[in-house]
């Protein structure tokens, strides 16, 4: 099927540091979606992005849905050890009625 | 805030065992669906259902089967479970409006293991 590319993998970081992680596509999306999953639960949606170029901020998280609608990225700024985690992208294909697809994650280590 | 309940958090049965995962949401969504994690793989989509009794593949459905007789509950079966299914399976919700392209909402996830 379809195929998310989220990079990087995982990071390490310090405690206050600030984070990048992006995802990328060969296809459009209409849609690109942040979650984060804590050890053990399921995903939380993080922030929603409906247009492409749309910036949209959730406290010290902020995303955007590329021009191209082809990619987004995800930055967290001045890290703090509960923002530890795995990180999904995921977006709609512009086509009505698709499930998602999900990036295969970014795990975010954070020493203090 | 949306709820969507799995069962079981955990669960170990045997080989060859025909296995029940429960889903519930309680917002009204009509779509709902059924995915597997695991290291490295991410999340794959094993079936979804947009309907009561209406049921469509997913990327991986070998081995799976679901029902969705009520509106709120969307069931996983596992018919004869295998070693290779042992995994987290994760359960989401989402309304239906427009295009369908609205977040999912996700439970707990079970954790199930096949011995």
């Known amino acids: 099927g379809q195929q998310l590319n989220q990079s990087p993998q995982s990071m390490f970081i310090q405690e206050g540091e600030d984070v990048s992680m992006n995802c990328t596509s060969s296809s459009i999306f209409n849609t690109w979606l942040w979650y984060k999953q804590d050890p053990g639960e399921g995903p939380v949606l993080l922030i929603a992005?409906?247009?492409?170029?749309e910036l949209t901020s959730n406290g010290r998280l902020t995303a955007q849905f590329g021009i191209t609608r082809k990619d987004s990225f995800l930055n967290i700024s001045a890290s703090i050890p509960s923002d530890v985690g795995i990180y999904f992208c995921a977006g709609h294909l512009n086509q009505a009625g698709t499930a998602l697809i999900f990036g295969k994650g970014t795990t975010l280590s954070v020493s203090s | 805030d949306v709820k969507v309940t799995q069962s079981s958090r955990y669960l170990v049965k045997r080989t060859g065992e025909k296995v029940f995962l429960e889903c519930v949401q309680d917002?009204?969504?009509?779509?709902m669906f059924w995915y597997r994690q695991d290291p490295g793989l991410g999340l794959r989509l094993i079936y979804f259902s947009y309907d009561v009794k209406m049921k469509e593949k997913g990327d991986i459905p070998e081995g799976y089967s679901v029902s969705r007789e009520k509106k709120e509950r969307f069931s996983l079966i596992l018919e004869s479970a295998s070693t290779n299914q042992t995994s987290m399976y994760l359960c989401a919700s989402s309304p239906l409006r427009g295009a369908g392209n609205q977040p999912q909402h996700f439970g707990d996830g079970t954790r199930l293991s096949i011995l």
């Open positions: 992005l409906y247009k492409a170029g």
């Open positions: 917002m009204d969504h009509e779509n």
